[in-house]
């Protein structure tokens, strides 16, 4: 993979044998889209030059080489392939690669103390200027690169703790440069100090409530940050140990006094799932891995009454070939309809999984295509 010293090569001029000539090969080889728009590569013995996924079948290694660009391999004397068509590749196609290629940099890169991911050398590998690599960074992913930095950070701390690592080992190893810029950062990620993520939730305070709704019983519980679980049951009991399962050493109190956001919050949800409010734009204090949250943004950005696919899901974070991870990640989420994991369907439309049920699932997808203000 490349490090944070190397360039994205420009070249024109193929360099046999380079560890850059290596990745793209890799590349080629599992057929991912996310370098799409990086390279092409030509088969000299077909005359062909084709994208880095492209379905056609992988060509000996000696026969291939590789270009920027489709002018480049056309000006070498190949022509396009009619299967994956290189040159109708789009500028939003191009940048989804690139943004893509920038997160995994910052995902291998993050724990190491000599590594540089400030916007500036992000931006010096990606080949524009800081400012436009902000705004297509945050367009794609949802957050800035110094947000998705932070919360790579945060997901190797939440490892580290749970192999039982002491704080200090756990904040070292996952990149904080001192225990004060650990505190100050990850309790807002964590929704406690590590010390008590460390053990399992102790002196963290949830409140919660169960109420009718048109699903059946509906549990929601919260912080003072926001909503940290939604669940959606017949047994009352069965939804609590869910929550307790969680958080076995936290605090958790039903209908607790003075925590007046619980209350608006569950309004909302009812009247969402009435029908009446298609956008549930709720605060959320869930703990997740870097890779949870990009799957979780991308649910929400699908329009009220629309479905997606696994596979259209992970081609939209740019990981087509992580179709297995985005479908744990779905089947993970904490907060039911806050986060809509149910506008996720299977390939050929059926409804596949869903935690709480696949007549749970339907009747969801059914009120918001009904609702009077679908689409709005």
Avoid at 255 to 277: D, N, T, Y
Wanted: charged share 25%.
């Amino acid at each position: 993979m490349m490090s944070m010293t190397q360039a994205i090569n420009t070249s024109p001029v193929e360099t046999h044998g380079s560890p850059e000539e290596e990745r793209r090969w890799q590349a080629v080889l599992a057929k991912d889209a996310s370098f799409d728009g990086e390279f092409v590569y030509a088969v000299r013995s077909t005359g062909v030059y084709c994208r880095p996924w492209c379905p056609s079948r992988r060509p000996r290694r000696g026969q291939v080489v590789f270009f920027p660009a489709p002018p480049d391999a056309e000006r070498a004397g190949y022509r396009p392939c009619r299967r994956c068509h290189p040159r109708d590749a789009s500028p939003r196609r191009r940048q989804n690669g690139l943004i893509a290629r920038l997160c995994r940099i910052i995902e291998e890169n993050v724990a190491r103390p000599d590594a540089s991911l400030t916007l500036y050398a992000l931006s010096s590998q990606a080949g524009m200027s800081p400012h436009h690599l902000q705004r297509v960074f945050k367009r794609t992913m949802g957050i800035t690169p110094r947000q998705y930095a932070e919360a790579c950070r945060v997901d190797g701390l939440k490892r580290g703790l749970k192999r039982g690592d002491d704080v200090t080992t756990a904040l070292y190893d996952a990149g904080y440069g001192s225990s004060s810029r650990l505190y100050e950062r990850a309790d807002a990620r964590l929704g406690m100090t590590p010390a008590t993520y460390r053990r399992g939730g102790r002196g963290m305070r949830i409140g919660y409530t169960i109420v009718e709704s048109p699903l059946g019983r509906l549990l929601v519980a919260a912080t003072e940050r926001g909503v940290s679980a939604v669940c959606l049951g017949d047994s009352p009991a069965m939804l609590e140990r869910a929550l307790r399962a969680e958080y076995p050493n936290a605090e958790i109190e039903r209908e607790p006094r003075g925590q007046a956001g619980l209350s608006q919050w569950v309004e909302r949800i009812l009247s969402h799932l009435r029908g009446e409010l298609p956008s549930l734009d709720l605060p959320v204090d869930l703990q997740a891995t870097a890779f949870q949250w990009r799957v979780w943004q991308e649910l929400c950005r699908i329009p009220y009454g629309s479905t997606r696919s696994y596979s259209d899901v992970a081609r939209a974070i740019g990981r087509p070939r992580a179709v297995r991870a985005v479908a744990r990640a779905v089947a993970t989420n904490p907060v039911a309809v806050v986060i809509p994991c149910h506008r996720v369907l299977h390939r050929d439309g059926s409804l596949s999984g869903y935690r709480w049920g696949p007549k749970r699932k339907q009747k969801l997808l059914q009120i918001e295509r009904r609702a009077p203000n679908h689409g709005s």
